[in-house]
């Protein structure tokens, strides 16, 4: 690896972590540059705007990140469990997905191929599977991959529903993800 290459790892790792934590807004291009030991201008440099680098985190962990866990329409429950396992083996991306929803909405211009392309062929399969074995069939597509995700994110710490988990009521991470994988097929 260069150095070139492992100064930008660094910088992806820093902005991974001040992002997720302050969000675009808030993050700081200064703090980037001190928690990676590199200069602030090789930033922009490398980047050209604190929005380009966002942009780069958030696809390398959202988009591209939530792309590893394979999706299987015909296995909606077993795909929830795997959803849970990534999210919390990998915090971050949900918080990055929170806070660009937050501060981008729908209305930030970036490219809209980059998430459309994974997200309409998941309907298109979720579709064909609904058809074929009527699997949710009391739901559009569309409507069913919302409900999955939302159980599969259910106890992610930026669920602003979730419920702390009290001292009288101890679930382990694998309760809780037996509870969704049962809530996925009830679902269906």
Known sequence: MSRADATKDRILQAATDEFAAHGIAGARVDRIARAAAANKNLIYVYFSSKDQLFDTVFDAHVTHGLDTVPFTPDDLPGYAGRLFDYCQQHPEVIRLATWHRMERGDSHDRDP???????????EALAAVQKKDGIGDGFTPTALLTLVLSLALAWNPSNPTGIPTSTTEAESTGDRR???????????
């Open 178 to 188: 037996r509870s969704i994988i049962k809530a996925v097929r009830r679902l269906l």
């Open 113 to 123: 191929a980059v998430a459309a392309p994974t997200r309409d062929a998941k309907l």
